[in-house]
């Protein structure tokens, strides 16, 4: 049975098929990228609203806490950067990564003033001569 010259013969390469199935690998790895990023940006979008909203009321800076809400809603990516940069209150000494409280026990002052408390009264017991 003779093929018409508009048929494809599935399985064989004719002129430039080859140019036709690496344009349409090209294609789906566009779209994914596509997705990718659009995945990026509503999961940053989410994370920016969150942290507005989990931030205490007087820790915002330069505007009200309501007002970084509403330009991080209306304004998605650009309102999120602008609440990094601008509006965001940063842990001191060194950014998130670090520890809040003292890293061991002869740093922490609560412990330090604990130890002098305990010496200075067994000092005094000593010289009232009750038992230690």
């Known amino acids: 049975m003779p093929v018409s010259s508009g048929a494809r013969v599935v399985g064989a390469t004719v002129g430039g098929g080859r140019r036709e199935i690496a344009a349409h690998h090209s294609y789906h790895y566009s779209i994914m990228l596509r997705v990718i990023l659009v995945l990026l940006a509503v999961a940053l979008y989410i994370y920016f609203i969150i942290d507005v909203a989990r931030t205490p009321k007087g820790q915002a800076r330069s505007l009200p806490k309501w007002l970084w809400m509403l330009l991080v809603i209306v304004l998605p990516l650009v309102g ?53």
Do not use: C, Q
Not at 84 to 99: F, M, T, V
Not at 113 to 130: A, F, I, Q, T
């Open 80 to 132: 999120g950067v602008l609440w990094l940069i601008l509006g965001r209150a940063w842990p001191e000494g060194g950014g998130w990564w670090r520890r809040s409280g003292p890293v061991a026990p002869d740093d922490d002052p609560r412990f330090l003033r604990k130890l002098d408390d305990d010496v200075w009264s067994k000092k005094m017991k000593r010289r009232r001569g009750e038992p230690t």
